[in-house]
């Protein structure tokens, strides 16, 4: 496999727009934002992953990196739809009602590839079925296409983790 295969989905974003304010809303992108599996847990664990790859595994590390900048635009894309709603894009998600900060305790401190790029596969599916979930549930159809046309980089993330999965 090389390194040309591209880390995000040809297919333009949609507007970052909402129909209206929503605290539902706000409080579903911030689980998305900063709760435990979000797109801060992603981009902080590519990030590890990348650097304690980055000299057993060039190839793995150089796509860690580069799926963590797309998954930065996601982080960024979260944090308007939360302004948007009338929200708060701190680093926290709300459990029982009340705020909990993220943490980089979600991690997966390991430098072993397989277990890496496994524990990627499944974040990334986890990711899907929640944005799959959201778009059914949450009534902002703008929120909705957003999430469909994130899908499709989660989706792009997969194939290439279980490709270099097949090369370990």
């Known amino acids: 496999m090389d390194l040309r295969l591209p880390v ?27 709760g435990s599996a979000s797109e801060m847990s992603t981009i902080a664990q590519y ?20 799926i963590a900048v797309v998954e930065m635009h996601h982080l960024s894309i979260f ?3 939360v302004c948007l709603l009338g ?7 709300y459990r029982e009602g009340r705020a909990v900060y993220w943490s980089p305790g979600v991690l997966l401190y390991t430098n072993d ?40 980089d989660e989706e792009q993330h997969v194939f290439i983790f279980r490709q270099l999965l097949k090369g370990n």
């Open 8 to 34: 995000a989905h040809a297919a333009p974003y949609p507007p970052i727009e909402v129909r209206e304010t929503s605290r539902l809303c706000a409080r579903a992108m911030l689980a998305q934002l900063g």
């Open 47 to 66: 990030f590890y992953s990348s650097a304690v790859l980055a000299s057993k595994n060039p190839k793995a590390a150089e796509y860690f990196h580069r």
């Open 79 to 81: 944090a308007q739809l």
């Open 87 to 93: 929200g708060d894009p701190r680093l926290w998600s």
């Open 113 to 152: 590839p397989v277990a890496l790029l496994n524990r990627a596969i499944m974040g990334e599916n986890r990711t899907i079925t929640e944005y799959r979930r959201l778009a059914e549930e949450l009534p902002d159809p703008h929120i909705k296409a957003i999430l469909e046309r994130l899908i499709l």
